[in-house]
């Protein structure tokens, strides 16, 4: 079972940046894909952006040019590193790990919340 734990949530205001960190309790080298989720209120889920195992990267198309995510496989870790942010980008913010068994993992969430 692998655990994930995000941080560096906060609040911030329009056009400031935030940096979200995830650390997995185990090796992610062999997961099928990493990636950032978000749930604003009274909203769905939503992809905000994945690492694919292939090294392929898609995100959103709300936050293409702004957002970038990376991994860093040594240390287990995923990475959003947000620019630009806009109070429509306030939400929790959760990471998630889908391994090579198709199993998904989620983290607790971090919430961003950008005044305007």
């Known amino acids: 079972q692998v655990r994930l734990v995000e941080s560096g949530g906060g609040l911030v205001q329009a056009g400031g940046s935030l940096r979200l960190s995830c650390a997995a309790s185990?090796?992610?080298?062999?997961?099928?894909?990493m990636g950032w989720y978000r749930q604003a209120p009274g909203k769905q889920r939503e992809l905000v952006a994945v690492?694919?195992?292939?090294?392929?990267?898609k995100y959103a198309d709300s936050v293409k040019g702004r957002f970038t995510i990376s991994r860093d496989n040594a240390k287990n870790s995923l990475y959003l590193q947000m620019n630009s942010l806009k109070p429509e980008d306030t939400a929790v913010y959760y990471c998630?790990?889908?391994?090579?068994?198709?199993?998904?993992?989620w983290g607790q969430g971090t919430q961003v919340t950008v005044s305007s």
């Open positions: 690492v694919i195992s292939d090294g392929r990267i």
């Open positions: 998630n790990l889908n391994d090579r068994y198709n199993l998904n993992y």
């Open positions: 185990e090796t992610i080298f062999s997961a099928n894909t």
